[in-house]
């Protein structure tokens, strides 16, 4: 089946800093989703991304659908200490198949 | 709306011991339902899923078992315990109709073998 790969796999950033992590894959996705796990916690659903191109905004987080549909983008401005936790990209095919995720610290 | 409920949300078992891990969807019907295993500091594995009662699909060969004996239950088993099989186990429901539904979470199983 169709896997996505995410990079980096860590993310040390400084509080109000930005960063981007990347969800990619080698062939084209139907749609991507992105979800968030604190510490301790269980994922928590953020957004999903169907069409080519596609932009879509949360507060600090912007989330990006490549053109081709073969990667995704979620971006973060000014990072918080909320901020921390992993985030994963997933392709949903009805089996919900998780890129390995982008552990997120963040440094006061 | 709909609540998924897990339990027990800690559970220590020694190698060989049986494991039955319980998960329940309430006020939806004929949900998605998922088991993920996830190691300390890992991605998520999908062991199984099921699209109606009495359907699972496995994505990983190993010791583990799951059924389904109603709409809105899923039953993760296995009859003898290995090492390997600590992790923090995570049932999640997805609405059935498409796959522009996202995936929800119950509050996971941490489970340590000893």
């Known amino acids: 089946g169709q896997q996505v790969m995410q990079i980096p796999q860590y993310q040390h950033v400084q509080e109000g800093e930005d960063f981007t992590t990347y969800c990619n894959s080698s062939t084209t996705l139907s749609n991507i989703q992105w979800y968030k796990q604190r510490p301790g916690g269980h994922p928590v659903f953020l957004i999903q991304l169907v069409k080519s191109g596609e932009v879509k905004k949360q507060k600090r987080l912007t989330f990006q659908f490549g053109e081709a549909k073969k990667n995704s983008s979620l971006h973060i401005t000014a990072t918080q200490t909320t901020d921390v936790g992993t985030y994963f990209c997933a392709l949903n095919d009805y089996k919900l198949s998780f890129g390995a995720g982008t552990t997120v610290t963040v440094r006061a | 709306s709909q609540t998924i409920h897990q339990w027990p949300a800690t559970l220590v078992q020694p190698v060989g011991s049986p494991l039955s891990l319980e998960c329940t969807v309430e006020?939806?019907?004929?949900?998605?339902l998922y088991w993920y295993r996830q190691a300390a500091g890992r991605g998520l594995q999908l062991l199984f899923y099921s699209v109606g009662i009495g359907q699972i699909s496995s994505e990983v060969p190993q010791n583990l078992s799951a059924s389904r004996p109603q709409d809105r239950q899923f039953i993760l088993s296995s009859k003898k315990l290995l090492l390997s099989d600590s992790g923090f186990y995570l049932c999640?429901?997805?609405?059935?109709?498409?796959?522009?539904?996202?995936?929800?979470f119950g509050n996971g199983t941490r489970l340590t073998v000893t």
């Open positions: 999640a429901w997805m609405n059935g109709a498409g796959i522009d539904s996202p995936l929800h």
């Open positions: 006020g939806t019907s004929n949900p998605n």
